[in-house]
């Protein structure tokens, strides 16, 4: 969950309605072409044609257990024409699968009418109609997909497949209600096909096949990998790199987790991905008491809201249980992206609307006029802004000093405070709380890279998984959105509360 | 040969409720035990008790994506309790969890209410509607069942559950309807999960682990393998065996499929299974013109519907043609289980009903006296049962040459004329049929083991695969329910027709 | 090396020329012939012509480093003249390779008369007068065997040639001092091959290959497999199954050592090998105190000499000790071939010389005499030797309790007392000793099969390895010829001295 | 190209003694150590201490094979001590061991004195005295190496053993003869020991393990790789790379081949290493008419002399030949180092000497002066000299044009006619002719990297594999010093021969 956000910042360069400056670069790579290509015009009658071909028609209700599967050509066909398409072909026929090869719903209401006739007659003939009724509800087109899954690349055609769905749903290119349904009819196909009994879980090492460490380093949207060096760390001694596969899909790491093995729960990106530099050492049993969770990435953004990252880490504990049986203390360390933006707004709307020192005590506002060497009031407010836009207090160990407390304050409350449906606003918190894990420790100079100061200030956050009350508070979050937090959170969130009257 | 029938057949001693005896056999196995045990006695509060608890509810429309998944401990809480039931609790169990935990009618009926309402509004409306009512008529059960499959050894667990279920419904130990739901719930599930992009295609040889190689054995119903020697010679030169293999459930082949590699199609299986002495030879691609599929077996009785040998055989004719690429001919040499004691009822019928001239003519009738010795009429019908039921004929030419061209009219009527709801009532027939193969060629003295004997006077059929019209012959009968057949095949129905005066 | 012997005697068999009528038998089941062929006559220009050709002559001392490999055609061609062979023509084919293509006696005279004129000279020129001197001591032949180990199956066809080599010498066909060269220019050769480093230690299991299990089971001489369950048991739990491999022999299991994992060191063969009836326990590690070796072959009696057996029970301890980290008990449960035709030779020896109180005391001989109700002297002693022939004293009480003192006293002497140059003649107890383990235990009524009966009156023996003092044991052995052995054995073997005034 | 030769070029700045300055280098980076440590002073009552206890006196001839193996412990002692030491006690260390417990000379003199007294006897008695003596040559320090190649990791320590050997004789740091012999007795050992048929051909691809992938990538000395991209474009489509590995050493590719796949034989190695854009290709079958090796490295210095370039090649071609049964174009595309250095040495002695006109002709000097606007004579010859210096001629098209004659004849000249004790001088070329090759092709602009231009002007060569004939080539080469070319090599040989009066 943390991952597919991720990924797709990474990638929105890809996304081309939303971002039209990123669509021009995509199209000069080759990507998404958004005009129309002399190979198919929109609606064609070879679209058409195509469709009418290869999307059976249901078998009825009474011979649906004997109906021949279609030539798998049908598949090869429909996958081979996909792929030669721009995008706005593409949306084309996504629109036209989805609207014209749906559901029947004037099947539908009938079926419903019988099935309300039938509620006066025994069980059977109720549960007769509401398997009718069941049967009516699905799609033509989920035929069309089961049969893709069943030839050779199937699999992952789908899985780009619903990528280019979810891009056009999030782009708005299309708010077709039809092709929300395409997308979600996928997505449950895809849910069973990647249900965790399926998965294999693979530990990459130095060993590894290049391929796939290749990739493991081109997915990594955490912490990027600079260099194969870099690289071969992060699967060398005191580290643990996992991945899920899938048959469907081999040699390719769908969700993948990188570990630390620590002597303490770590505060410090720097010390993980950088400084360490016991890339031949032999690692020493006695020193590893803590597995410290540093960057997972979902690799298939077609597979957002199939739930793996979930399941992975708790694969991944199970593991390191049995490596190490004395192992008592995981932890993610993780990245807070979107803080500063959400600073940044606030200070504009204070800015607005002179409220100050709800954000800063008065005193604090006297130490940044000072510190900063600027009038009060407005002056104050943008030189803050400047500040934290550049990242430049950093250097200052005055400001550095006088900043810790604020800045700590405000990250807490943001992770904690800010919502969305009443859940965290942050996409990793909210991931990391679904799992049940507890928001336990914000780090101060935790992640000084350009990108760490540019998303969060250099804050990081650990959510540590305590194993007998994960399941506990997963339910406890997802049922009643509350928020499991340590006392260093819930202080510092009391703080910004108290500062701010909220 | 085809699969889930023989294997039922194979295994029919495990069946407790239709059968009896075998019944009192597998309770002395430890099998299925029909009595109520002290460990739980039917609808017990324990039951009902683990039920409420591992059964999550359904999340409602508005939050089933945010549900979290329930504790790991539910689902293997539920394997460890029905396991340790005998039959008459597991049926219990079962029939509960159908009815209590299936699909909420009510709500169902107001959604359908509501469906119907909607009809007048906009499109977007009525798929919401479409999409709720889909949602409510999901039985509450099935979440139960998806999340088993995810944890380890959960795919096996429904494939064996299903199983049960199936004995259940065939044996009449229940016809509740909602079992029956529960069943194609089920079936549904490991459709999905089964798909053939998710299987692996492996070929057996005698170097494969000694375990997959005992199971091919075990699971061999149609021609027994008598001892490792045999085994290793079916894995050997001009041989090759392929199997079905799935990631949930590694070193468990699914389906089986054994090839003899020949010069024509084989009209015999004594010279696949046993003459065959070249152990040790180098294979001769030179002799290598034919591939004669001799036996398919599928061994897991849970996955009855789940279509897997049809594609089994499609792979492996790919995997063939990759390997020797002029090979043309592919046809299987299938036994014809049922076809003696068809013969016997008839007869018995016909004994009866004073219709002897249907079956055989005049002459035959007279020839069949002289040589048994006997009078006319009755004793002439008697001492032709007799002869049939006992083989007896085989040892005498003169018998088998009066009886060839009789039994083999009557075979290929029985294969091509008799009809289950439209389609061959012969198990193995209707198995190709579907496929798309060709009713090729009735080979006499094709099996004169005592078994081939017994099952169908020694009488053996090829299915042909002319694989440029599989596709089409198969939709010709699943569609129109025509069988195609060969020019042999119909001469010798003609000739029962004919004689019979149909 | 006890492995050697062992598979010698399962083999004998196949020697033709010691024993004729096994001799008669191989001929038949087309083994050696001893018959010269059309093929190739004795000594035929043929066979020198080939020789010349393929034993490319020994490049000279100057060139040795720039001489091309000769061409991979010229060993291609041996090995294929060489397989086509009868025994006689092999015969003649080694006797010319070993006398025409040897050693150069002449020039090593010259170059031996050479170095003695350098004595007085500096080192330098002695150190060069000594590697001319080694260089042509070096036989024109091994090149040859040189370059046939690098083509494919080259090695495994060496280790056969040896095979035949030591047949010729075992069996007296030969008694050429040349063929015992090449013999042990061969061994030698084989034994760098086969150095410990380059063999790969695989566990055994029933995941392993069939084609690797059947021939483990082939190849296990000590206690006969006598089916696939009684073999799926010895790989099964409690049971560890280990060889070494090679890899210019892939698939070929070298030495096999098969172990069972128990409470305590086992005093009986049965309870290991046949009632054990746990095939699909679950090991408790709780019960694993012991690992015994109860058989251990080697398979390639062209390796005879190249020490491996040692080496794998060394490895295997290792092993163990990492899975079993609390166990200290190994030890073997060895049969003791050759006791009981020993004890009959010395009982006829005896008989002649009327020596009988030496083996047995007076007070015995008269329950001999009572218990088998004959005269005493001669014929006291022909009932007893019809007894310890027939194994009949088993079936009675009486005799048993009379028989045991008696014949354990003289199996330890036979193990501990009868030599061979000074070592243990019994070849397992040889084998032991020389890994450095203690003679440690008699067991009574240990092997009552009448393979057990026949070998050593039902007796066998552990050898339990202390390990902490093997390497003392074996330094102690293999240079000053002492047994290390329990107080159990010591005492009956004062017993016996006692008894025969030793 | 050839491998122990380049890869010394490429590693020559470990070697201490013979350049001061690398050895200072190397110093730094912790590799040699020159100057006497604190741990062990050379000649050490430690190191001889050591040295008795670990070499084990050679057992007396009679009990040769009764000896029991040392224990490992020994070989380990050994072994850590060695690489505790810094080079120059391992000097020492190696010293005392190949004085002290090498061949008892005494004892050796005996043995010829015994042998030649032996002439008149029978045969069975002089090789019973050969076989001693023989026995009395090997050297005491044999068996603690036979001894060490059987712990793990054994073998990988004697290679890099040698390679220090190789250093210490080199670089001339011991001319004693007796580290010669230590030398060469450990030679032939690795000979055994990594004789083919015991070495695994393995090709190398995007899927193989990372580790080995980096290891071929460090190894790579012939056209270095320079980032991960050019490494996986080595492996990809149109390209094959191949290793010979072995099973003592695992995960340590020997010897590396790489080869292009082409329509034609290539005269130029930028379009193989460089400019080929068709990293995701689909390889085209029929554009596949060649096989160019156009790199081969040894990756083991202390392999030294043992064969295993000359096998790889030949593996792959028959390897190649499985794949492309068509195929019968193989030729190496090969650098020529030492070109460039030895015209240098050529200018500068014709300078000296006043013999311009055998380097080039009237008519080219005059241009080479009208072109490089200098004078005649010294001035001319000075000016050739640094326009060959430093490559500029390259950027002008007359130059270029003039010189292209001039050093093509040179170069073949080279390579055919410049020799050292009658073989080829050129390593590479020396390389391709033992094992049979054709001196094919030279190729203009065939290396334009400023190394290829600073080795040989640019210029490469073919060697050509005609499979028919390299055996007979190897043949001529090896024995009659007879090198096979083209008539292009052969015509611009006799040219320069014209030119020079030679």
Redesign the interface.
């Known amino acids: 969950m943390i991952s597919q956000r991720l990924i797709f910042a990474f990638r929105s360069s890809t996304r081309c309605w939303r971002h039209p400056i990123a669509f021009v670069e995509a199209r000069k790579r080759g990507g998404w072409r958004c005009f129309s290509t002399p190979v198919c015009s929109r609606g064609s009658p070879v679209m058409e044609e195509i469709l009418a071909r290869v999307v059976a028609p249901l078998p009825t209700y009474e011979?649906r257990?004997?109906?021949?599967?279609p030539?798998e050509s049908n598949s090869l066909e429909f996958m081979h024409f996909y792929k030669s398409l721009d995008m706005e072909d593409k949306l084309s026929l996504l629109t036209k699968l989805s609207q014209d090869f749906g559901?029947d719903?004037k099947s539908?209401?009938e079926l419903?009418?019988k099935?309300?006739d039938t509620?006066i007659r025994d069980?059977?003939t109720?549960?007769?109609a509401?398997?009718r009724?069941?049967y009516s509800?699905i799609p033509r087109y989920r035929q069309l997909l089961?049969h893709i899954?069943?030839?050779?690349g199937?699999?992952k055609f789908l899985v780009d497949l619903r990528t280019d769905l979810l891009e056009i749903i999030s782009s708005k290119a299309s708010d077709s209600?039809?092709i929300?349904?395409l997308n979600?009819t996928l997505k449950s196909?895809l849910s069973?096909?990647f249900?965790?009994?399926?998965l294999?879980l693979e530990r990459i090492t130095?060993?590894?096949?290049?391929?796939i460490?290749?990739k493991i380093s081109q997915y990594e949207a955490v912490h990027p990998v600079r260099n194969?060096t870099d690289l071969?760390r992060r699967v060398g001694p005191y580290r643990r790199c996992y991945a899920f596969t899938?048959?469907?899909m081999p040699?390719e790491p769908l969700v993948v987790l990188h570990v630390a093995l620590t002597e303490e729960i770590s505060n410090n990106i720097q010390g993980i991905v950088r400084e360490f530099s016991t890339l031949d050492a032999e690692e020493d049993v006695n020193k590893i008491n803590a597995a410290v969770f540093y960057s997972i990435s979902s690799t298939q953004a077609g597979l957002q809201?199939v739930?793996l990252g979930?399941?992975l880490i708790k694969r991944v504990v199970r593991e390191l249980q049995s490596e190490f049986p004395h192992m008592c203390q995981f932890s993610s360390l993780s990245p807070i992206p979107g803080f500063t933006s959400w600073l940044q707004g606030l200070l504009n709307q204070c800015r607005k609307e002179g409220r100050g020192l709800e954000l800063l005590s008065e005193q604090e506002w006297r130490e940044v006029e000072q510190a900063t060497d600027c009038a009060p009031g407005m002056a104050a407010m943008d030189a803050l802004r400047k500040l934290i836009g550049t990242g430049e207090w950093m250097r200052s160990e005055r400001l550095s000093l006088l900043l810790e407390p604020v800045l700590m304050r405000l990250c807490a409350w943001y992770l904690y405070g800010e919502k969305r449906r009443g859940?965290a606003l942050n996409p990793v918190a909210n991931f990391h709380l679904?799992n049940?894990a507890t928001m336990w420790r914000l780090n101060w100079h935790a992640d000084t890279s350009p990108r760490g100061m540019a998303n969060s200030c250099g804050i990081m956050v650990n959510y540590r998984y305590f194993l007998s009350e994960t399941?506990h508070n997963?339910?406890l979050?997802?049922?009643n959105k509350v928020i499991t937090a340590s006392e260093q959170v819930l202080s510092l969130v009391s703080q910004f509360q108290k500062n701010s009257k909220l």
């Open positions: 011979t257990d004997k109906a021949p599967p030539p559901v719903h539908v209401s419903a009418v099935l309300l509620q069980l059977a109720i549960l007769q509401e398997d009724l069941r509800l089961s899954s069943r030839v050779e199937g699999v209600p039809q929300r349904d979600s196909l069973e096909w249900s965790v009994g399926l294999k130095w060993q590894s096949p290049c391929d460490l290749q194969w071969k899938h048959a469907a040699g809201g739930e979930n399941y859940y679904q049940g399941s997963s339910a979050y997802l049922q």
